[in-house]
C-alpha cells in the first residue's frame, strides 16, 4: 500500500495521540471527519495500523530502570535467540540493527538489582555472543 502524505500526517498525530477524535484530527489536518474516519479506516484495514497502545508519563517511566541491552548473536542462533527474548516480559522491544551489535533491547525493571538479573538472563541465552548495556537517564521527546 502505498502512504501518502497525508497519511504520514494523520499517523504523526495518532502517535501523539491515538485518543484524539477524529473530529480533532480532521481540524488539526483541515479535513472532513468523514476524510479522516474513511483514511483510518482503510490505514487499518490494510494492515498500517495495527493497534493502539498506552504511552505512560515520563514521570512514571523516570520510576523505573530503562536501559538499552546490546546483543551479539552467534551465526545461525537468530531465530531462538530471539524466541527466547519474546518470552521475557521486561524486555519491551527488540530490534535488529546493523554494526558492532545484531539486536538492541529495551529492558525496563522496577530497580538496579533487576536490570542486573535481567542482563545475566540475556546473556545467558544460547546464542548469545555477549551484551553490553547503557542506562536511560531521560527521554528527550518520543513520537
Given at each position: 500500500m502505498k502512504i501518502t502524505e497525508a497519511d504520514e500526517q494523520l499517523l504523526s498525530?495518532?502517535?501523539?495521540?491515538?485518543?484524539?477524535?477524529t473530529a480533532q484530527i480532521a481540524r488539526r489536518l483541515d479535513l472532513s471527519r468523514t476524510?479522516?474516519?474513511?483514511?483510518?479506516?482503510r490505514l487499518e484495514r490494510a494492515g498500517v495500523i495495527r493497534g493502539y497502545?498506552?504511552?505512560?508519563?515520563?514521570?512514571v517511566e523516570q520510576a523505573r530502570i530503562r536501559a538499552h541491552i546490546m546483543i551479539t548473536v552467534f551465526p545461525k542462533k537468530m531465530a531462538v535467540v530471539v524466541k527466547e527474548l519474546r518470552a521475557i516480559p521486561e524486555v519491551r522491544a527488540l530490534q535488529s540493527v546493523s554494526g558492532p551489535y545484531d539486536l538492541v533491547a529495551l529492558g525496563v525493571v522496577t530497580d538496579v538489582r533487576q536490570m542486573d538479573e535481567l542482563t545475566d538472563r540475556i546473556?545467558?541465552?544460547?546464542?548469545?555472543?555477549?551484551?553490553s548495556s547503557a542506562i536511560?537517564?531521560?527521554?528527550?521527546?518520543?513520537?
Open positions: 498525530l495518532l502517535r501523539e495521540d491515538a485518543r484524539a477524535s476524510t479522516v474516519q474513511s483514511r483510518i479506516d497502545t498506552v504511552r505512560v508519563d515520563e514521570a546473556g545467558a541465552i544460547d546464542g548469545v555472543e555477549r551484551t536511560v537517564l531521560s527521554t528527550k521527546f518520543e513520537r
